[in-house]
């Protein structure tokens, strides 16, 4: 059986998650051979992705727990499996992992894989809380031929928690387009230039982040930290980069700043396809996250050469190696939070000779091609063992 004969689904809750996390995976796979599909919510990116190729089946995931409605989607997958007879179902995010993995077992679906993106637990979550995820997830591997861990504390937790065996788990990182995300292909002129676009003067000081409007990503406290920076740099200018997305019960509205009286120096930009043009900017990149997988953001913000504040959390602490590439301080500190950003504004010299070796770390660990290796050695793995 040839990798042309060999249908791929992969599933994730929203045409987002495809369009900006999955879509260089779909494609490799894509032109290794493999026939591919793509199940998301609907949205403004689903002929995006139909345009390189990809062929999208939309079917709507509720973000919050709806029995009915999850009930409904877990048919409506089982129904379209059995009809479409995908040999490899590769699942993401939590939901979407358990009702894809749990629809593909219950339709004969010979190879099933999921990708932890991050447990939705973490060492602060509330008892009862953490058992619940710890439940769903053991239910979801029990169907699972692969489960691939964007980072290794999530594969010890799985292991340690009994999610799964450690036969079971395999690594698989994080990786970006490093052409894509190079310094180098941005000179002053046409950084000044962007900064003009967007109201910036070119001596203001940049501090950014990248992330959904959501709590859990630390924009409270940040926001907080940033009212107080303003008073020692007042040219300071919060850059924000993410969607609003209100289904989500942690939701931020931007008009939140001017609880801080800090509006006149946050530029909210909502969700950029121009993201690395936004990235050069920056003079500090900032994640102040609860509970990360493996951060995107944060390892295109090292390829691109910039020094990097994040939490002291999974994830964020394996792409970050703390007072080399970047500061990790501990989540909810506001203190903590507010000295890194002043000693990174207050020493440029130390900030950019964390970026240069942030862009070195970056060439070395967080190729996307190191990914796509990871998956298709895996793949071809199953296929050999469950296929032929």
Same mark, same amino acid.
């Given at each position: 059986?040839?990798?042309?004969?060999?249908?791929?689904?992969?599933?994730?809750?929203?045409?987002?998650? %495809?369009?900006?996390?999955?879509?260089?995976?779909?494609?490799?796979?894509?032109?290794?051979?493999?026939?591919?599909?793509?199940?998301?919510?609907?949205?403004?990116?689903?002929?995006?992705?139909?345009?390189?190729?990809?062929?999208?089946?939309?079917?709507?995931?509720?973000?919050?727990?709806?029995?009915?409605?999850?009930?409904?989607?877990?048919?409506?997958?089982?129904?379209?499996?059995?009809?479409?007879?995908?040999? $490899?179902?590769?699942?993401?995010?939590?939901?979407?992992?358990?009702?894809?993995?749990?629809?593909?077992?219950?339709?004969? %679906?010979?190879?099933?894989?999921?990708?932890?993106?991050?447990?939705?637990?973490?060492?602060?979550?509330?008892?009862?809380?953490?058992?619940?995820?710890?439940?769903?997830?053991? $239910?979801?591997?029990?169907?699972?031929?692969?489960?691939?861990?964007?980072?290794?504390?999530?594969?010890?937790?799985?292991?340690?928690?009994?999610?799964?065996?450690?036969?079971?788990?395999?690594?698989?990182?994080?990786?970006?387009?490093?052409?894509?995300?190079?310094?180098?292909?941005?000179?002053?002129?046409? $950084?000044?230039?962007?900064?003009?676009?967007?109201?910036?003067?070119?001596?203001?000081?940049?501090?950014?982040?990248?992330?959904?409007?959501?709590?859990?990503?630390?924009?409270?406290?940040?926001?907080?930290?940033?009212?107080?920076?303003?008073?020692?740099?007042?040219?300071?200018?919060?850059?924000?980069?993410?969607?609003?997305?209100?289904?989500?019960?942690?939701?931020?509205?931007?008009?939140?700043?001017?609880?801080?009286?800090?509006?006149?120096?946050?530029?909210?930009?909502?969700?950029?396809?121009?993201?690395?043009?936004?990235?050069?900017?920056?003079?500090?990149?900032?994640?102040?996250?609860?509970?990360?997988?493996?951060?995107?953001? %944060?390892?295109?913000?090292?390829?691109?050469?910039?020094?990097?504040?994040?939490?002291?959390?999974?994830?964020?602490?394996?792409?970050?190696?703390?007072?080399?590439?970047?500061?990790?301080?501990?989540?909810?500190?506001?203190?903590?939070?507010?000295?890194?950003?002043?000693?990174?504004?207050?020493?440029?010299?130390?900030?950019?000779?964390?970026?240069?070796?942030?862009?070195?770390?970056?060439?070395?660990?967080?190729?996307?091609?190191?990914?796509?290796?990871?998956?298709?050695?895996?793949?071809?793995?199953?296929?050999?063992?469950?296929?032929?």
């Amino acid at each position: 059986m040839k990798n042309s004969k060999i249908k791929v689904c992969h599933i994730a809750s929203t045409d987002l998650a %495809v369009k900006f996390l999955l879509l260089n995976q779909l494609k490799f796979l894509k032109n290794e051979g493999y026939e591919v599909w793509a199940v998301c919510s609907t949205g403004k990116w689903i002929e995006d992705i139909k345009r390189q190729g990809i062929k999208v089946k939309i079917v709507n995931f509720k973000r919050k727990i709806s029995p009915f409605s999850d009930l409904i989607v877990l048919f409506k997958l089982f129904f379209y499996f059995k009809k479409e007879k995908f040999q $490899i179902v590769h699942t993401h995010n939590p939901k979407p992992g358990l009702l894809g993995q749990l629809a593909a077992k219950a339709a004969g %679906v010979p190879i099933i894989v999921n990708t932890i993106h991050g447990f939705y637990f973490h060492e602060n979550t509330p008892f009862l809380q953490k058992k619940f995820f710890i439940f769903v997830e053991k $239910i979801a591997a029990l169907c699972s031929d692969l489960i691939f861990s964007q980072n290794k504390e999530d594969m010890k937790t799985a292991i340690e928690e009994k999610i799964c065996g450690p036969q079971k788990i395999k690594f698989l990182g994080n990786g970006i387009d490093l052409q894509k995300f190079s310094s180098e292909r941005f000179p002053k002129e046409f $950084i000044n230039q962007k900064k003009r676009e967007l109201g910036i003067k070119s001596s203001f000081k940049v501090i950014g982040i990248v992330g959904r409007l959501v709590r859990e990503k630390g924009y409270l406290e940040l926001f907080a930290t940033f009212k107080n920076l303003i008073k020692k740099f007042p040219n300071a200018i919060l850059l924000v980069v993410g969607p609003i997305e209100p289904e989500k019960k942690d939701a931020i509205n931007p008009d939140i700043v001017k609880n801080y009286g800090i509006e006149k120096n946050v530029i909210f930009l909502g969700l950029r396809e121009d993201i690395d043009e936004i990235y050069p900017l920056m003079d500090i990149f900032v994640l102040p996250s609860w509970r990360e997988g493996f951060p995107r953001s %944060v390892i295109e913000a090292l390829a691109m050469g910039r020094a990097v504040i994040a939490t002291n959390i999974r994830g964020c602490r394996e792409a970050i190696d703390d007072g080399v590439t970047g500061i990790l301080v501990p989540p909810k500190n506001l203190e903590e939070l507010a000295e890194a950003i002043v000693f990174l504004l207050e020493n440029p010299e130390k900030a950019k000779e964390m970026g240069e070796s942030g862009k070195e770390k970056a060439k070395k660990e967080f190729n996307e091609n190191l990914i796509f290796d990871r998956i298709k050695k895996e793949y071809q793995r199953l296929i050999q063992e469950k296929l032929r």
